[in-house]
């Protein structure tokens, strides 16, 4: 293997680690203002059991940092008052959408608590911030009962957004350090050692070892690993919260029909 084959080689190996380094610090430094479609709910799912399927919800709430927000249709007949409050009796006592005292003993419980009711909605917080890494994850949040216009042939509409700016920070905090210092120096020196040892050397053994720059991918492949798995707990997030309104539902349905 001549001087030249081995010069490209190392090179050939730093652009493809750079590009893909490229790539993994862009989408860490995106996640702290993904839009609200990468981090939307479950709302798109399929017309059935009486509810609408993917429609506009506008306006959007405003806010800054990273949201989870979404819709979802409440069948015609129920009762907004009655549906109001079941959702915060839901907020404040998990167990029925969950599952079991274990989940609220690891933090599910009465960490959410209603800061305020409307006759249009309510907001919410979450008491536990150190929770947060769950994938109920999220700091407070809002629901706002949309105009019946906007529901078609169901009652109203319920949109809801979570903010979730503080996990994100955090999980982006650590994505940083990783790429910035470990995926660098690597990506740096494992090129630059390869080419000290390698180039000019007698031995056609050792010559070839510009090849073990393949090795650099060893540490790119994380942070797209951690990536998907913080979009998929944020999507998570709000398929769970959405659960929570879809119960409120059934309840307030229930409450209905024993009047």
């Known amino acids: 293997m001549s001087d030249q084959l081995q010069v490209t080689v190392l090179l ?3 652009a493809a680690g750079f590009t893909a380094w490229w790539f993994g610090l862009r989408g860490v430094l995106r996640l702290r203002t993904m839009s609200r479609s990468e981090t939307s709910g479950v709302s798109a799912a399929p017309t059935d059991a009486g509810l609408p399927g993917e429609q506009p919800c506008a306006p959007e709430f405003s806010g800054e940092g990273a949201r989870i927000e979404g819709c979802v249709g409440v069948a015609k ?11 915060a ?4 006592n998990p167990i029925p959408v969950l599952g079991g005292p274990l989940l609220v003993a690891a933090g599910f419980g009465p960490a959410i608590g209603v800061r305020e009711r409307t006759t249009s909605g309510l907001s919410f917080v979450n008491t536990r911030p150190s929770r947060l890494g769950l994938p109920f994850a ?10 019946p216009a906007d529901a078609g042939m169901h009652s109203f509409r319920v949109r809801y957004e979570l903010n979730v700016s503080s996990a994100v920070r955090r999980w982006t905090a650590w994505l940083l350090i990783f790429v910035v210092f470990v995926e660098l120096p690597v990506l740096i020196v494992l090129p630059s ?8 050397n007698p031995d056609p053994a050792v010559r070839y070892q510009v090849f073990q720059v393949a090795q650099i991918c060893h540490v790119l492949w994380p942070p797209f690993f951690f990536l998907y798995l913080v979009k998929r707990t944020l999507r998570g997030t709000g398929a769970m919260f959405e659960a929570f309104l879809k119960v409120a539902t059934v309840k307030a349905a229930g409450a209905g029909d024993r009047r």
């Open 77 to 87: 007949g129920t009762d907004r008052s009655a549906y109001l409050n079941g959702l």
């Open 12 to 14: 050939v190996g730093f």
């Open 89 to 92: 009796g839901l907020l404040e």
């Open 193 to 200: 050692g390869l080419g000290w040892f390698c180039i000019g």
């Open 138 to 147: 999220f700091e407070d949040g809002r629901v706002e009962i949309l105009p």
